[in-house]
């Protein structure tokens, strides 16, 4: 009996232990720091005394200070997309299946930081990281929704950032590839020729940003390129845009915001023709997290921006959902 007693003693008191330790007050986090929304949303998580401090060395840093452009189709992230595509003119990725077909296209990537000189308590500096990521186009008006088309870039980049300016800077490898089912199941029966797009680019971005705007402008041109696309004769191209981001709501402990994008890019390989993308939606972050999940509408007019069929001019609209960490 008395071991019973002590057995309901201990279980009780176990449970007002917990009930107890539920209730007591719970230490709220601090907004994690990401420098590339410094300017549009982070100013008030700066320190109030001390400043941020001078440039230190940092090994393998965990955000970086450029802040990813958010309507370029060739950005390193993840995403995916339902587009209507529409080829103005005459083409070969359609399968056959006229000037419009509903294509599915994915990405996967990112980038990775090695070394950055920068503020422990700020977002000033510079960061040297590395790239990498798959672009694959599918057209979904066929029977085994057939690959089209994959891209994959790769190289390393050095960010900087000094108040609201920011710049990128990249030197990277890009191949695409031919799908094999589009080649299977079309390509080989109707002439195409697979060519074997292959080039090194360097390319730079100067970004300036301030509360909810952002524009930026740049250019690069192709370094290298394999004999049978001969893009090194051509090599020039020219990119800017602009980013507009609302005021947060907040929910639970997180917050949406709407968001737009536009970006505008002119290749010499295309005779300097304007191709252009837009992109707006919902923004959803926490405050304590890098990641951010985007739900978008998206419309792009102007050269395909993927395949050996870059020169092909097309115009799509559809939705996205982008995942960025």
């Not at 004769?233 to 949406?256: D, F, I, K, M, Y």
């Amino acid at each position: 009996m008395l071991r019973l007693l002590t057995a309901k003693n201990s279980a009780v008191a176990g449970v007002i232990a917990a009930l107890a330790l539920w209730a007591a007050p719970r230490e709220v986090r601090a907004e994690r720091l990401d420098c590339r929304y410094f300017r549009a949303e982070e100013t008030n998580l700066l320190p109030a005394e001390g400043g941020p401090g001078p440039l230190e060395g940092v090994l393998l840093p965990d955000n970086n200070v450029f802040r990813p452009i958010l309507a370029d189709q060739r950005e390193p992230r993840f995403y995916a997309d339902y587009r209507h595509l529409h080829f103005r003119g005459q083409n070969q990725l359609s399968e056959g299946h006229g000037n419009d077909i509903n294509v599915a296209m994915v990405a996967f990537g990112g980038e990775f930081g090695l070394w950055g000189l920068r503020q422990r308590r700020g977002c000033d500096g510079f960061q040297v990281s590395v790239f990498g990521v798959v672009f694959s186009q599918f057209n979904l008006d066929t029977k085994s929704m057939d690959l089209l088309n994959t891209d994959y870039l790769v190289g390393p980049e050095l960010t900087y950032r000094s108040g609201p300016w920011s710049g990128r800077l990249r030197f990277y490898h890009q191949s695409s590839h031919l799908g094999d089912e589009f080649l299977l199941n079309y390509g080989l029966a109707n002439g195409v020729k697979r060519e074997n797009l292959s080039v090194e680019v360097l390319d730079l971005l100067v970004s300036l940003e301030d509360g909810w705007w952002r524009v930026f402008a740049g250019g690069g041109f192709v370094a290298f390129s394999n004999k049978e696309s001969d893009l090194s004769s051509t090599p020039w191209l020219v990119e800017r845009g602009l980013e507009l981001r609302g005021a947060p709501w907040r929910w639970q402990n997180s917050r949406l915001r709407p968001v737009f994008g536009g970006f505008f890019s002119q290749l010499q390989a295309t005779s300097w023709s304007l191709s252009g993308s837009l992109e707006g939606g919902l923004e959803w972050s926490s405050a304590n997290a890098a990641q951010r999940v985007r739900a978008l509408l998206v419309a792009q007019r102007g050269a395909l921006p993927f395949s050996q069929f870059f020169t092909d001019r097309t115009q799509s609209f559809g939705v996205q959902l982008q995942f960025e960490f």
